[in-house]
C-alpha cells in the first residue's frame, strides 16, 4: 500500500505531509517555499512522483462561514496544474478551517518562536490535514467491517 500525502496550499510556503504505509499515522515531510522556488507546483510533483502518492489530501481553505473565497481559487488553479503535471492523481479535498492555528497553537506550546516557527507552521497543518482524513476513513474502515 502507498503512502498518501496532504498539502497545505498557501501564497508564501507549501506544507507537505506523508502517511505511513498502513494509512494510520501523519508524518511531517517538509515545505516548499513558493517565492524561493521556479517551479513550486513541479517542486510538488516531484516530491510526490518520488515517494510513489497516488492519492493527495488537500487543504480546503473554505471562509470561517463556509463558502469559498480567494484562497480555495487559488487552490484550484495549483490542482489544475498538479493534474496536469501528475495524471492519474487521486485528490481529495480536506476542510482545513482552523488547521493553521490549531498548528501554530501547538507550536506555541513547544515555545516553537521566529523564522523557525513559519518553516514548521505549514508542514504541521498539513499533518493535521492528513491526520483528520486518515482518521476518518480509519472510522469508515470499522463501521463497514463491524
Known amino acids: 500500500m502507498s503512502s498518501i500525502a496532504s498539502l497545505d496550499i498557501g501564497t508564501v510556503r507549501i506544507g507537505v505531509a506523508v502517511s505511513d504505509p498502513a494509512h494510520k499515522v501523519a508524518l511531517g515531510y517538509g515545505t516548499v517555499h513558493v517565492n524561493r522556488c521556479a517551479d513550486p507546483c513541479g517542486e510538488i510533483a516531484r516530491i ?6 497516488t492519492r493527495v489530501v488537500v487543504g480546503w481553505p473554505l471562509e470561517l462561514d463556509g463558502s469559498e ?34 498548528a501554530e497553537n501547538a507550536l506555541q506550546e513547544m515555545e516553537t518562536r521566529g523564522s523557525k516557527k513559519k518553516e514548521v507552521v505549514d508542514t504541521m497543518a498539513a499533518c493535521l490535514i492528513l491526520q483528520m482524513y486518515l482518521d476518518r476513513m480509519q472510522r469508515v474502515r470499522q463501521q463497514s467491517d463491524g
Do not use: H, N
Open 48 to 53: 510526490l512522483e518520488a515517494e510513489k502518492i
Open 69 to 102: 473565497g480567494g484562497a480555495v481559487r487559488r487552490t484550484k488553479q495549483f490542482l489544475i496544474q498538479l493534474r496536469q503535471r501528475c495524471p492519474g492523481l487521486k485528490i481529495v479535498p480536506q476542510d482545513e478551517r482552523l488547521t493553521s492555528s490549531a
